[in-house]
């Protein structure tokens, strides 16, 4: 009897420990989120957005540093989306069960473990060096591109196998090409989910910090990029250079960049999210 | 001429497939040609077994090992922060919890995985080793305790997400013959569910530790740039990551060794998480047969 009193003790008090648990990770979140908050939104100001990179705490602002990530983010996904989508479809369409695309499904399985700033020193060979692109924006988003295609990749995969065969044996049926059905029939139907995934990997490639600075992206950069091949500063790599100077002001200055990337990276988390269950919702097969 | 376009296209998404291969075909190319050069002027035995790692000083001394105790020190610090929480947080979550709640918990832990990791460095060196500080004396402003823990918070909804699929997996007649047993919902979760998606949860672990080996920002900030042989988690040291970083950030001659050192450094790093993957791979397929 004392036996059973005390495994139902134990199995109500997990309850609890387990939801201790899962709230202490948010909880953790919650408090620096607000710690954050508190630093750095007293700084920012149309000034902070607006103002060059400077050695005075009070005057710098991080104008180079969102105009790079803003290039960074559209050069990566003109080169990673066409190249990731595609490769999902033939993986997926096309070459499903020859070799050729089980050597490729095993290699991308590995590439997405592969640290980070290991394509950095990839990028920094390849792009800056032997491509002489030099350190900038374009050889900068051509390493991200590599970084994030297997995300991409597997998102496409995941959404076309959501689509079923009916639709595609329709097509057929009506005298339609593989690339017919694909390109009218299955494309639109699983876009929702594609674009889901490549906002997400977007997203990632926004907050890199370690590939670039291997790549070679300066942390003071005094004037806005105009062209892909200048160089350039990213948002992170701005918030890392602040972070890393002993002054105050400077750790405030990094607490207000926060806000920004966190914004950035929160909307686009948020819209990923709004359009997956908007797609869920509307395709129900 | 259908026909024909119809080839083109599959020629065109075949190569954009290819892409993937040549990018690991880059990467080992890469870090084999520079590491080359490197061991060339370095002997292997020095770099697996000095005790020092000092390229950037007049008296440069080449051992990988204080670079390869101050990652396995950070990481192991990292898991034992994460796997207890993780999959405590997945079996409450598998087993206890209601479907609204659950529906409201996990896109709120999943969040904890958006933020970018210079954040988490940020918070690591402002809010935790202050913390820290406060009742650990002889702890330094950069220290590996601070680094780890954050890196643990950091890897949580990794573990606890995968370990929730393996145990999701389980097929429900064993939870129901424990319960036709009499056990209760506890007894059922640890000394069932849990041995029964082992292989699952260990999978979890093992792409953990390959995140936390991997992990950079976090470590460059919050951990130092002082390579040193030390398994005191209140002292400062410096990862396989952060020394790449380091080199980096400053003006190393191309095509010197010190500069090729990024690239030892680098393809270490790249055995060590292949190894970890690959690993995870293998135990996945034997646990996916297992419940087939």
Redesign the interface.
Known sequence: MRDMDRNRIIDNAFRYVGLFCTALGIIVLAVFLGDILITGLTRIDWSFLTSLPSRRAARAGILTAWTGTAWILGLTALIAIPLGVCAGIYLQEYGARSRFARIIEVNIANLAGVPSVIYGLLGLQIFVRTLHMGNSLLAGAFTLALLILPTIIVATREALKAVPATLREASYGMGATRWQTIRHQVLPAASGGILTGIILALSRAVGETAPLIVIGALAYVPFVAESPLDEFTVLPIQIFNWVSRPQEAFLVNAAAAIIVLLAITFIMNGIAVYLRNRWQKKVSW | M?RK??RI??G??????????L??V??IW??VS?SWGFFAAVPLKDFLFDTEWTPLFAQKRYGILPLLSGTLLTTLIAILTAVP?GI??A???SE??SKKLRNT?K???E??A??????Y???A???VTPFLQSFIPGIGSFNALSAGLVMG?MI??LISSLSEDALYAVPRSLREASYGMGA????T?FKVIVPAASSGIMVSII?GI?RA?????VV??AAGQQPNLTFDPRESVETI?AY??QV??GDVE?GSVEYRT??AA?IT??II??L???LS?WLRRKFQQKYA
């Open positions: 259908k376009g119809e296209v599959e065109v998404l075949a190569f954009s497939a290819l892409v993937t291969v990018t690991t880059g990467i890469v870090l520079e929480l405590v947080i079996v409450y979550l206890y919890a918990l896109p709120l832990l969040v904890l958006a933020v970018p990791t210079v954040v460095g940020f918070f060196l402002t809010v918070i949580i909804p209760t919902r506890f007894q979760a792409l390959a080996v991997g992990e950079t920002m460059a900030i990551t790449i970083v980096s950030l191309h990024i690239f680098g790093l790249f998480t292949f970890l993957n690959n791979f």
